[in-house]
């Protein structure tokens, strides 16, 4: 049984920059898969970026390619979402994720975090 704490989210101004943290416990960290997804008032959640169990490859959703970048630490069982350029469209509560597979929708996560709030002011 893995738990994940989101942390780092707030209220920025368009074109800001935020790093949400997600702390990881009860597991072998290094041996899951991990994402973040957002979800946005009154839509679905949507799969953001995501990252093998080295760290050394990740994927991210075209919306957010360029500006966004997901790292880990395993050693700390941490995982990062750095986030640059800001849009109010990127306002949504965040979550990390936990897979044995490799993650692409809702249903690849096996654990989740309760999620932070990014709000991004035009």
């Known amino acids: 049984q893995v738990q994940l704490a989101e942390s780092g989210g707030g209220l920025v101004q368009a074109g800001g920059s935020l790093r949400l943290s997600c702390a990881a416990s009860?597991?072998?960290?290094?041996?899951?898969?991990l994402g973040w997804f957002r979800q946005a008032p009154g839509k679905e959640r949507e799969f953001v970026a995501r990252i093998t169990r080295s760290g050394l490859s990740t994927y991210y959703t075209d919306s957010v390619k360029d500006r966004f970048t997901m790292s880990r630490d395993n050693a700390k069982n941490m995982v990062y979402l750095q986030m640059n350029g800001l849009k109010p469209e990127d306002t949504a509560v965040y979550y990390c994720?936990?897979?044995?597979?490799?993650?692409?929708?809702?249903?690849?996560?096996?654990?989740w975090g309760q999620g932070t709030q990014v709000t991004v002011s035009s």
């Open positions: 994720a936990a897979g044995v597979q490799p993650i692409l929708t809702i249903a690849d996560c096996d654990y």
């Open positions: 009860g597991g072998t960290f290094s041996n899951y898969r």
